[in-house]
């Protein structure tokens, strides 16, 4: 994508490490907290590929051994001149574009629907971090927290997306951050709620329906925001959304790493229903072509 000298966005914050005695297990967020995070991340669907990614990613010691960095509010660089410091890296300046681009679309988009887009923060974290959520760790990937409103990435996650998953490319990046983006629309607009109410009420198989109709619908929204973008997409770019959005479906996330497809597991949609759902909102420019995923919530 080409942003050339657009601006970067001033809600976004960087965590640096601090040390919580104990660590995830004792005194920490334990493991229950981090499986709840499972909804609504970004990529790596349900609890039973969370724990195998855990496992691929350094054991499952890291849900309860001690000693991890995690971050205290107060270590967190805030304000509009710590949002410029932490923009200056180079690995995250393009983030904080996209970010401050997701700004603008859904400005626009909310306006246009008679309401007032409030934009989520963007919080970079080194290996461990904390959230409203609970603790925030690399391996469980990019997330939206919606009790702090915040997105909760690890700039190494994209360094695995292109290495491990063969989804290289600075709009894949971009496509990750449109999807948590989208999840905090959900929260905007109460779809979050509904689901969350639905799920309530739901057996496992039902609730992990319904959170796939979610995720899909934050894909959407995600092409959504791209299509209100074009000027800024060079060639390829999509085509890098696609191989990101193939790389990330559920089915070929359990293929690779149990070497088998539990459908009835899948949390976040198949890497087909993943790149349909980009696609229709890049085709459709607008939320509306995203309602179906929930309709009748």
């Given at each position: 994508?080409?942003?050339?000298?657009?601006?970067?966005?001033?809600?976004?914050?960087?965590?640096?490490g601090?040390?919580?005695?104990?660590?995830?297990?004792?005194?920490?967020?334990g493991?229950?907290?981090?499986?709840?995070?499972?909804?609504?991340?970004?990529?790596?669907?349900?609890?039973?590929?969370?724990?195998?990614?855990?496992?691929?990613?350094?054991?499952?010691?890291?849900?309860?051994?001690?000693?991890?960095?995690?971050?205290?509010?107060?270590?967190?660089?805030?304000g509009?001149?710590?949002?410029?410091?932490?923009?200056?890296?180079?690995?995250?300046?393009?983030?904080?574009?996209?970010?401050?681009?997701?700004?603008?679309?859904?400005?626009?988009?909310?306006?246009?629907?008679?309401?007032?887009?409030?934009?989520?923060?963007?919080?970079?974290?080194?290996?461990?971090?904390q959230?409203?959520?609970?603790?925030?760790?690399?391996?469980?990937?990019?997330?939206?927290?919606?009790?702090?409103?915040?997105?909760?990435?690890?700039?190494?996650?994209?360094?695995?997306?292109?290495?491990?998953?063969?989804?290289?490319?600075?709009?894949?990046?971009a496509?990750?951050?449109?999807?948590?983006?989208?999840?905090?629309?959900?929260t905007?607009?109460?779809?979050?709620?509904?689901?969350?109410?639905?799920?309530?009420?739901?057996?496992?198989?039902?609730?992990?329906?319904l959170?796939?109709?979610?995720?899909?619908?934050a894909?959407c929204?995600?092409?959504?925001?791209?299509?209100?973008?074009?000027?800024?997409?060079?060639?390829?770019?999509?085509?890098?959304?696609?191989?990101?959005?193939?790389?990330?479906?559920?089915?070929?996330?359990?293929?690779?790493?149990?070497?088998?497809?539990?459908?009835?597991?899948?949390?976040?949609?198949?890497?087909?229903?993943?790149?349909?759902?980009?696609?229709?909102?890049?085709?459709?420019?607008?939320?509306?072509?995203?309602?179906?995923?929930?309709?009748?919530?």
């Amino acid at each position: 994508m080409r942003f050339g000298g657009r601006r970067t966005s001033s809600n976004v914050e960087s965590q640096r490490g601090g040390r919580l005695g104990g660590g995830f297990g004792r005194g920490g967020a334990g493991a229950g907290m981090l499986l709840s995070l499972v909804a609504s991340r970004f990529g790596i669907g349900g609890v039973v590929v969370l724990v195998i990614v855990f496992m691929l990613f350094g054991g499952l010691g890291s849900l309860t051994g001690g000693g991890q960095q995690a971050v205290s509010p107060n270590q967190a660089s805030r304000g509009e001149q710590g949002a410029q410091q932490v923009c200056e890296a180079a690995n995250r300046r393009f983030l904080c574009q996209v970010l401050a681009s997701t700004e603008d679309r859904w400005t626009e988009l909310f306006r246009a629907a008679g309401s007032r887009y409030a934009p989520p923060t963007l919080s970079f974290y080194p290996g461990y971090g904390q959230s409203a959520c609970g603790a925030a760790e690399a391996a469980m990937g990019p997330f939206y927290c919606p009790a702090d409103r915040t997105i909760y990435l690890d700039t190494s996650f994209f360094d695995e997306l292109a290495r491990r998953y063969g989804a290289p490319g600075d709009f894949a990046q971009a496509y990750v951050v449109a999807h948590e983006v989208g999840h905090h629309v959900q929260t905007l607009t109460g779809t979050s709620d509904a689901i969350r109410q639905a799920q309530s009420a739901a057996g496992r198989g039902e609730s992990n329906a319904l959170q796939v109709r979610m995720e899909l619908q934050a894909d959407c929204y995600a092409g959504v925001w791209a299509a209100r973008e074009r000027t800024a997409m060079e060639p390829g770019d999509l085509e890098e959304g696609m191989i990101a959005a193939a790389a990330i479906g559920d089915d070929a996330l359990q293929r690779a790493t149990q070497g088998r497809v539990v459908p009835e597991s899948f949390t976040h949609g198949t890497s087909a229903q993943r790149q349909e759902a980009l696609m229709r909102g890049w085709r459709g420019g607008a939320p509306e072509a995203c309602e179906s995923y929930t309709a009748g919530i």
